[in-house]
Structures are given as structure tokens and as C-alpha cells.
């Protein structure tokens, strides 16, 4: 595992795991929504996600 934003592991059965997930924040200009761990269980059966933190700080990379 690498270790990069977004890394994504497919799981036996449809469901897969998220590593480092990094989306932007919901409403807003700037910021980032970071999980640390995001299952997404097979067929829409739901979902887990482990250490979840908003951050306001914006990417100037882009």
C-alpha cells in the first residue's frame, strides 16, 4: 500500500476499502474532508468510516 491519497482496495464480493480518503468539503470554496479508513460494503448495504476530520486549508497545488 502506497500510502497516496485515495488509495482504493477492492474487496471479494463488490465492496472495497479506501485508504487516505480525501474529498473536498461539502459546501464549501476551499477545505478537504479526510478519512482515514472508508469501507463501502457490497450493493449499497452501507458504509464504515474510521478517523474522519474536516480541514478548512485549501490545495495550492492545484
Known amino acids: 500500500m502506497s500510502g497516496d491519497p485515495n488509495t482504493e482496495i477492492p474487496l471479494a464480493g463488490g465492496g472495497r476499502l479506501v ?8 459546501g464549501a470554496d476551499t477545505g478537504l474532508k479526510a478519512n ?17 476530520t474536516d480541514t478548512a486549508i485549501h490545495n495550492c497545488g492545484d
Not at 485508504?19 to 461539502?26: F, G, R, Y
Not at 469501507?39 to 474510521?50: F, N, Q, Y
Request: charged letters at 10%; proline letters at 8%.
Open 36 to 52: 482515514g479508513v472508508h469501507l463501502v460494503l457490497p450493493a449499497d448495504s452501507g458504509e464504515v468510516i474510521l478517523a474522519s
Open 19 to 26: 485508504v487516505n480518503e480525501q474529498l473536498p468539503s461539502t
